[in-house]
Nanobody
Framework: QVHMVESGGGLVQAGGSLRLSCAVSGRTFSSYAMGWFRQAPGKERDFVTAISWSGGRTDYATSVKGRFTISRDNAKNTVYLQMNSLKPEDTAVYYC????????????????WGQGTQVTVSS
């Protein structure tokens, strides 16, 4: 069983920064591709970013490219999302997810999910 817990969300002014963390239980974390997704009220769950098991490959949604950075520490079973230059349109619940079948960028290909953390960006 894989258990995932996100933290680091909160309220921030536009232009500010937040760092989300996702701690993952289990001994096979280093073999998972990891992703961050977000969902705003009344909208679908959207891809934000993903990172391969080694950290050697990353992808970003166009809307966050250049502002957000995903990273992982396999020794700590943790994946991070550094969010800079935040905009009100970044407001959403952010979810981390683990893919056990290789690198993925679509939410339905992810196998395990955290409970989500709220990020609110005020204008």
């Amino acid at each position: 069983q894989v258990h995932m817990v996100e933290s680091g969300g909160g309220l921030v002014q536009a232009g500010g920064s937040l760092r989300l963390s996702c701690a993952v239980s289990g001994r096979t974390f280093s073999s998972y591709a990891m992703g961050w997704f977000r969902q705003a009220p009344g909208k679908e769950r959207d891809f934000v970013t993903a990172i391969s098991w080694s950290g050697g490959r990353t992808d970003y949604a166009t809307s966050v490219k250049g502002r957000f950075t995903i990273s992982r520490d396999n020794a700590k079973n943790t994946v991070y999302l550094q969010m800079n230059s935040l905009k009100p349109e970044d407001t959403a619940v952010y979810y981390c997810a683990a893919a056990t079948r290789g690198y993925r960028t679509t939410w339905y290909d992810y196998d395990y999910w955290g409970q989500g953390t709220q990020v609110t960006v005020s204008s």
